[in-house]
């Protein structure tokens, strides 16, 4: 019983720590995909790309979260029902951890075909901007050329395509220098690195996910076999 109850321990131990650092990629990925839509919010340059990839991190780092407390708990009330339930439920996050990871590594290798969708989309902000006099697109467009550090949809030369005499301040650096890149290519890169990143804590989470799920369902195992012998001595 001595060992059992030592193997137990450590298959608890191996369980928590699982929950734990799943809880932390969880938050890392809401907190990632919750940025990614009040981005969207702010500026809808990103909306066609992201919209997907943020919704799918938001919700599966709430669902992590939440699945990591249950299976804390668990262990904590030695609820077999709720262990058994938390195993399932941290299977099935394996499997839409890997998904998302491999959604995200392939959306990566697409990003190329969406710069002329960016610079359209920035060169209709500009557009709004200067010649609509548009509050809300010249915010857009100021965050984004200072946050990325880029200057029109190409370079500063689109001003001059918009007839504008003057580029705006957010081209410019701290030295007064303007950004010679284009925000349409600056985006995709950004993107890009968001997405990997966002892949990477995907594949990281699934291993995790996979190793407190065999520990889950190992523990399980061996409480329905000590039921089984308490009832058969009864």
Known sequence: MDLRDSRNKRSNYVICGSALILAVLGLVMFSVGLNWLISIANCGILAESITKNASLTLVTGAIIIVSSYAGWTAIKRKNLALLILYGAVLMSLTV????????????????????????????????????????DATNCLNNLQSKVRCCGAHGPSDYALHKIA?????????????????????????????????????????????????????????????????????
């Open 96 to 135: 839409l951890e890997l998904s998302i990871a491999i959604y995200d590594f392939l959306d990566t290798s697409k990003l190329g075909e969406q710069v002329p969708k960016f610079a359209t989309k920035i060169d209709e902000t500009i557009h709004l901007a200067f010649n609509k006099n548009d509050s």
């Open 166 to 234: 003057k580029i705006p301040e957010s081209c410019y650096d701290k030295n007064s220098k303007p950004y010679m890149k284009g925000c349409a290519t600056e985006l995709a890169h950004l993107l890009r690195y968001d997405l990997k990143c966002s892949a990477s804590f995907g594949v990281i989470a699934a291993i995790f996910g996979g190793v407190g799920t065999v520990f889950v369902f190992l523990v399980s195992r061996r409480k329905l076999q000590e039921l089984q012998v308490r009832v058969f001595d009864e």
